[in-house]
Nanobody, 123 residues
Protein backbone atom coordinates (compact mmCIF):
# COMPACT_ATOMS: atom_id res chain seq x y z
CA UNK A 1 0.00 0.00 0.00
CA UNK A 2 1.14 3.50 -0.83
CA UNK A 3 0.68 6.76 1.00
CA UNK A 4 0.72 10.05 -0.87
CA UNK A 5 0.93 13.51 0.66
CA UNK A 6 0.55 16.68 -1.37
CA UNK A 7 2.04 20.01 -0.41
CA UNK A 8 2.79 23.38 -1.94
CA UNK A 9 -0.66 24.79 -2.47
CA UNK A 10 -1.65 28.28 -1.53
CA UNK A 11 -3.00 31.60 -2.70
CA UNK A 12 -1.48 33.17 -5.77
CA UNK A 13 -2.41 36.00 -8.10
CA UNK A 14 -3.24 35.37 -11.75
CA UNK A 15 -0.06 34.90 -13.72
CA UNK A 16 1.80 33.59 -10.71
CA UNK A 17 3.43 30.25 -10.07
CA UNK A 18 3.32 27.43 -7.57
CA UNK A 19 5.11 24.12 -7.31
CA UNK A 20 3.20 21.22 -5.85
CA UNK A 21 4.92 18.20 -4.37
CA UNK A 22 3.65 14.68 -3.92
CA UNK A 23 5.61 12.61 -1.43
CA UNK A 24 5.15 8.88 -1.84
CA UNK A 25 5.84 6.37 0.90
CA UNK A 26 5.10 2.75 1.62
CA UNK A 27 5.55 0.20 -1.12
CA UNK A 28 7.10 2.68 -3.49
CA UNK A 29 7.83 0.12 -6.17
CA UNK A 30 4.18 -0.85 -6.37
CA UNK A 31 3.00 1.66 -8.94
CA UNK A 32 3.44 2.48 -12.60
CA UNK A 33 2.37 6.11 -12.84
CA UNK A 34 1.60 9.15 -10.73
CA UNK A 35 -1.13 11.52 -11.81
CA UNK A 36 -2.17 14.97 -10.73
CA UNK A 37 -5.88 15.70 -10.61
CA UNK A 38 -7.91 18.67 -9.53
CA UNK A 39 -11.45 19.24 -8.38
CA UNK A 40 -13.33 22.47 -7.84
CA UNK A 41 -16.58 22.60 -5.84
CA UNK A 42 -19.49 21.32 -7.88
CA UNK A 43 -17.25 20.15 -10.70
CA UNK A 44 -15.95 16.81 -11.84
CA UNK A 45 -12.50 15.69 -10.89
CA UNK A 46 -10.27 16.15 -13.89
CA UNK A 47 -6.87 14.89 -14.84
CA UNK A 48 -4.13 17.49 -15.03
CA UNK A 49 -0.95 15.58 -15.78
CA UNK A 50 0.73 12.24 -15.27
CA UNK A 51 4.16 10.67 -15.34
CA UNK A 52 5.56 7.16 -15.28
CA UNK A 53 7.85 6.19 -12.45
CA UNK A 54 10.63 4.69 -14.53
CA UNK A 55 10.61 6.19 -18.00
CA UNK A 56 9.43 9.75 -17.27
CA UNK A 57 6.81 9.50 -19.97
CA UNK A 58 4.49 12.45 -19.42
CA UNK A 59 1.16 13.75 -20.58
CA UNK A 60 -0.89 16.86 -19.94
CA UNK A 61 -4.46 17.98 -20.19
CA UNK A 62 -5.03 20.52 -22.93
CA UNK A 63 -5.92 23.24 -20.47
CA UNK A 64 -2.47 23.16 -18.86
CA UNK A 65 -0.19 22.49 -21.82
CA UNK A 66 2.55 25.05 -22.01
CA UNK A 67 1.92 26.21 -18.45
CA UNK A 68 2.43 23.19 -16.18
CA UNK A 69 5.35 20.79 -16.00
CA UNK A 70 5.37 17.45 -14.22
CA UNK A 71 8.59 15.87 -13.02
CA UNK A 72 9.78 13.29 -10.56
CA UNK A 73 12.73 12.52 -8.33
CA UNK A 74 12.70 8.81 -7.69
CA UNK A 75 15.51 9.06 -5.16
CA UNK A 76 13.25 11.27 -3.05
CA UNK A 77 10.08 9.39 -3.96
CA UNK A 78 8.54 12.69 -4.93
CA UNK A 79 6.59 13.94 -7.93
CA UNK A 80 6.29 17.64 -8.68
CA UNK A 81 3.89 19.80 -10.59
CA UNK A 82 5.30 23.17 -11.56
CA UNK A 83 2.41 25.48 -12.33
CA UNK A 84 3.10 28.71 -14.18
CA UNK A 85 0.83 31.38 -15.62
CA UNK A 86 -1.89 30.39 -13.21
CA UNK A 87 -5.42 31.46 -13.98
CA UNK A 88 -8.50 31.77 -11.76
CA UNK A 89 -9.87 28.72 -13.54
CA UNK A 90 -7.02 26.72 -12.02
CA UNK A 91 -8.48 27.18 -8.55
CA UNK A 92 -9.19 23.74 -7.12
CA UNK A 93 -8.03 21.11 -4.71
CA UNK A 94 -5.13 19.31 -6.35
CA UNK A 95 -4.62 15.63 -5.68
CA UNK A 96 -1.86 13.26 -6.56
CA UNK A 97 -2.67 9.64 -7.17
CA UNK A 98 -0.83 6.44 -8.01
CA UNK A 99 -1.83 3.90 -10.59
CA UNK A 100 -0.54 0.39 -10.18
CA UNK A 101 -0.92 -0.63 -13.79
CA UNK A 102 -2.39 1.97 -16.08
CA UNK A 103 -1.32 4.91 -18.16
CA UNK A 104 -4.50 6.92 -18.06
CA UNK A 105 -5.88 10.35 -17.34
CA UNK A 106 -9.03 8.89 -15.81
CA UNK A 107 -9.38 9.03 -12.05
CA UNK A 108 -10.85 5.55 -12.03
CA UNK A 109 -7.51 4.12 -13.15
CA UNK A 110 -5.77 5.23 -9.95
CA UNK A 111 -5.56 3.15 -6.82
CA UNK A 112 -4.10 5.43 -4.16
CA UNK A 113 -4.88 9.07 -3.45
CA UNK A 114 -3.52 11.85 -1.33
CA UNK A 115 -5.68 14.21 0.71
CA UNK A 116 -5.20 17.14 -1.62
CA UNK A 117 -3.77 20.62 -1.41
CA UNK A 118 -5.75 23.78 -2.08
CA UNK A 119 -4.69 26.07 -4.90
CA UNK A 120 -6.46 29.41 -5.10
CA UNK A 121 -5.78 31.84 -7.93
CA UNK A 122 -7.35 35.20 -7.28
CA UNK A 123 -6.65 38.88 -7.61
Amino acid sequence: QLQLVESGGGLVQPGGSLRLSCAVSGSTSDFYAIGWFRQAPGKEREGVSRITKSSSLTDYADFVKGRFTISRDNAKNTVYLQMNKLEPEDTAIYYCAASRLFWSGAASAYDYWGQGTQVTVSS
